[in-house]
């Protein structure tokens, strides 16, 4: 979800996720940011937080702070 307004003569647009472990929708933001340039701003908020899972993630050595992303079809 989008909202745009402008600032000082500019549109500047706000997009609002969910936090998000796939390398999909990261590629997808990162395209539509480098498409809008300077004018987007990436806001990750969640109704029920996720820090727990972020901060054990990052602690188990993997040194960022992420969620995991299990593959089942392996399993």
């Known amino acids: 979800m989008t909202a745009a307004k402008k600032v000082a003569g500019k549109q500047v647009v706000a997009l609002l ?40 993630y990052q602690k188990a050595a993997y040194g960022e702070r992420a969620l995991a992303d299990y593959d089942f079809e392996q399993s």
Request: net charge negative.
């Open 17 to 56: 996720t969910q936090s998000y472990a796939s390398p999909t929708t990261k590629k997808l933001i990162a395209d539509f940011t480098a498409a809008y340039g300077d004018n987007v701003t990436h806001v990750a908020y969640d109704a029920i937080s996720e820090d727990a899972a972020l901060n054990a």
